[in-house]
């Protein structure tokens, strides 16, 4: 199966969803990553001192070593503004996610929940706009055959810098349980953003998913929960 993640920032597929990629891999999918902006707007770079081009192009570096850690197949970075998402024309942001989807063509699409798991701004616009053009391809073929959305489940967590949402079970369809090398290789990809270090032991994201990392999946219910975003199609 090939399978497309879509986030606005980099450091999203890390957060959180990292360990069920490098599980997906490892069991033989092909997992691509699309990713909107280049995250030169975050705080951190007040810290360093640069301006948000230079920022964006340190994070640029910085996801190329995630992409050979996690041994993605494919990974494409835009441009598009980062934490200015919400100010923009939704149909541009619209064509620009199709035509990433048509590019790889996947079986399953991955972004956030509706709630952004943060609530960051570009996190809602980015599932509202992926959900939007799913809705439109799967009309068309070859079209994505399902959409999965990555979550937290409503469990209790360690502390964090940020307020995070969750999923009740009943929303959760999916959750995919990873092993430790899955986890180290997580690890490795999270490392990998050296500019970002301050804010991973502020947030402890890879702490925060548990045992397993969940997933909702737009109009269809499983209960008992699928093993894999893959399953039963």
């Known amino acids: 199966m090939r399978i497309l993640y879509i986030f606005p920032h980099p450091d999203d597929e890390c957060f ?21 902006t280049q995250g030169g707007a975050t705080s951190q770079r007040h810290r360093l001192n640069l ?10 570096r910085e996801m190329l070593e995630v992409e ?30 199709r035509q990433g989807i048509l590019d790889v063509k996947p079986d399953v699409i991955v972004t956030y929940a509706v709630h952004g798991v943060s609530g960051f ?24 055959r399902r959409l999965a959305l990555f979550t937290l489940p409503d469990r209790e967590r360690p502390e964090g810098k940020f307020r995070l949402n ?3 079970d009943e ?19 999270l490392a990998c953003y050296v500019s970002y270090h301050e804010v991973i032991e502020q947030t402890r994201p890879l ?4 045992q397993a990392v969940h997933f909702e999946i737009f109009q269809e219910s499983f209960d008992p929960w699928l093993g894999s975003i893959v399953e039963e199609l």
């Open 207 to 210: 702490e925060q998913i548990g």
């Open 16 to 36: 959180g969803p990292a360990p069920a990629i490098a599980r997906q891999i490892r069991l033989g999918h092909e997992v691509h990553l699309l990713t909107l």
């Open 121 to 144: 701004p570009d996190h809602l616009v980015t599932h509202a706009v992926v959900k939007r053009v799913f809705c439109e391809l799967r009309d068309e073929h070859p079209a994505p």
């Open 51 to 60: 301006s948000i081009e230079a920022m964006g192009e340190v994070r640029y």
């Open 171 to 189: 929303e959760i369809d999916a959750a995919e349980v990873f092993s430790e090398g899955d986890l180290e290789i997580a690890k490795r990809a």
């Open 68 to 97: 050979r850690a996690l041994g993605l197949h494919g990974m494409v970075v835009l441009d598009l503004p980062d934490s200015g998402l919400s100010g923009m024309d939704p149909r541009k942001i619209e064509a620009t996610v």
């Open 166 to 168: 969750s999923s009740s």
